[in-house]
């Protein structure tokens, strides 16, 4: 613990409080219309028409038939889905997670229009890009935001920077500590309303359909896992061997065929899920090897598919990384390998969850924009990154440690560095930079007074009353199930989405004291489920109400 800590717990407590009442707000929807759990759980269409408006279109824009596990579910709030290691999931078409920053900023280019109220999501991003570049560019779901001056110069750079994990309920716990983006907000033009806008809101789904300006529906990459062909269940971007299941065109790829392949585009992240911000580079037929790196896990070393992108060599031998990490060794004192309480910083495989490699990522991407020339011309050049350690840490620590609140603030810190360099190197009036996130963060079940549910227990459950294993994975918005081993066990998906609309907290509880947790609003005998029904029904939304 920071010597800082006892400081921040006002803030921390009051973030908590609004975001207890949120959930409490739409558990209180579903506990209404889902009906009594004594009874039997609800029908298919009465359990999908009984989620609010909001929160069912965002989860029909996450569906594709081929792509997307066979059951749809959505556990009942505040219970949440946990992760097959016990960790935090942030997947689901709650505000909570759905609330994003979404800041335009560019002296010359972007006005000076402050908090714009005005609804907006991710996929909005690249329509509203193109039209400030000029790009012919029809985009399937995103609209053009309001953002650029009368006056406006046409930028030759655009940099888009995700915070993962950077949602507003990450941001709020510390609301003093992110001064660089709040600058931005108020010079440019900061959408309060913004949403990721689909669920499952997880990093590939999110960043592909900022890159496109489609949904999960229209461009094909529904979750981390998708299903191919043949119904096997893959990694959505094949572990960086392919980016074939994108199915739409980003506006990257379509502004640098439309140049002869002369703009400069790049990514720089941390894993292949971040590559649907630019596209397919020579995998697709026109394009060419853009500039695309992300992290080799075991040496942190950048790295790339050679046959579809190229890794820069000055991104690939930037110094400094150790000299970053000694720093943040020595802030505490002493050079013990330990950052705060955390001795990780011996271990090269985790040195890119810390402060150190933010501040080095940010160095390394500089040297690239300077090396390969990125705004040196008239042609606009795009470049992506991502930001990767506030999510990584909300999955080790949780949303509310001193770990994702060090990484929030360098992040920060590292945001005013590069708004400098493009201030000197690129010229004021020459550039515009996007910062947004992918998706919010999952506080601790007891924070809230909810229940982590363990997919684990629910798979190991559904295979053991079915008789068969049936079940391939359980992810926190979709179960994927064996069509060949259902077929064997003369049980079809409708028995399975019905034993899981009746799937109770003592079902789930494999340790007895797991039945008392969220005691505030569960009872043992609880349905977990406000929603499991056969996938298929997202096709065509069977309920009246408005699609927002």
């Known amino acids: 613990m920071s010597a800082r800590a006892p400081a921040r717990r006002s803030g921390l407590v ?26 039997d759980a609800p029908s298919f269409a009465r359990q999908l028409c009984g989620i609010p408006d909001g929160w069912r279109a965002r989860t029909v824009r996450g569906y594709r038939a081929e792509r997307s596990g066979q059951i749809a579910i959505l556990p009942r709030t505040p219970a ?103 600058r931005m907000m108020r010079a440019g033009a900061s959408f309060t309303d913004a949403t990721v806008g689909s669920s499952p809101s997880v990093t590939p789904s999110v960043h592909t359909t900022i890159g496109t300006g489609a949904f999960p529906r229209a461009h094909g990459i529904t979750g981390i896992p998708v299903r191919d062909e043949q119904g096997v269940v893959v990694d959505s971007f094949e572990k960086g061997e392919s980016s074939r299941f994108v199915e739409v065109a980003t506006l990257a790829e379509r502004w640098d065929e439309a140049r002869g392949n002369r703009a400069l585009v790049g990514m720089v992240g941390y894993e292949p899920w971040h590559l649907g911000m630019i596209g397919q580079g020579a995998e697709r037929g026109g394009g060419d090897r853009d500039d695309a790196a992300w992290l080799d896990i075991e040496t942190n ?41 955390q001795d990780i910083l011996d271990d090269v495989a985790r040195l890119e969850e810390t402060p150190a490699f933010v501040v080095y990522h940010t160095r390394a991407m500089l040297r690239m924009v300077d090396a390969e020339g990125y705004g040196a011309d008239r042609v606009t050049d795009f470049l992506f990154t991502n930001y990767k350690q506030i999510d ?38 020459r550039y515009a930079v996007v910062v947004t996130a992918d998706h919010g963060q999952q506080p601790d079940a007891p ?102």
């Open 80 to 182: 949440y889905m946990g992760t097959a290691a016990g960790g935090w999931s942030h997947s689901g078409p709650w505000p909570y997670l759905q609330d994003v920053p979404l800041v335009f900023y560019g002296p010359g280019v972007v006005a000076r229009r402050g908090d714009v109220a005005a609804p907006a999501t991710s996929a909005d991003v690249a329509p509203t890009l193109a039209r400030m570049t000029g790009a012919r560019f029809d985009a399937v779901d995103g609209r053009v935001l309001p953002v650029l001056r009368r006056d406006a110069s046409r930028p030759r750079l655009v940099v888009v920077i995700v915070w993962d994990g950077g949602g507003w309920n990450a941001l709020r716990q510390w609301p003093g500590d992110w001064p660089n983006l709040a």
């Open 14 to 39: 009051a973030a908590l409080v609004l975001l207890v009442a949120g959930l409490a707000a739409g558990g209180a929807t579903l506990w209404r219309t889902l009906g009594d759990d004594a009874t």
């Open 392 to 429: 990584r840490l909300g999955h080790y620590f949780n949303m509310a440690s001193d770990q994702v609140h060090d990484a929030l603030v360098e992040t920060d810190r590292q945001l005013g560095v590069l708004l400098r360099a493009l201030d000197r190197d690129v010229g004021r009036g």
């Open 447 to 548: 924070a809230v007074d909810g229940y982590g549910i363990n997919p684990r227990e629910i798979l190991e459950d559904v295979d053991r009353h079915f008789g068969a294993p049936i079940t391939r994975a359980v992810w926190p918005t979709e179960v994927f199930l064996f069509d060949d081993e259902l077929e064997r066990a003369g049980v079809t998906v409708d028995d399975v989405a019905r034993f899981l609309s009746d799937y109770r907290l003592r079902d789930n509880a494999t340790d007895p004291k797991d039945a008392d947790a969220g005691a505030g609003v569960f009872d043992p005998d609880d349905r977990l489920l406000a929603m499991a029904i056969p996938s298929r029904m997202l096709a065509s939304d069977p309920c009246d109400g408005e699609d927002g």
């Open 301 to 341: 070393e950048w790295i790339t598919n050679p046959d579809h992108y190229r890794l820069p060599r000055s991104l690939a031998t930037a110094p400094g990384l150790d000299d970053d990490v000694d720093r943040l060794d020595a802030a505490d004192g002493e050079l013990d390998g330990a950052w705060g309480d």
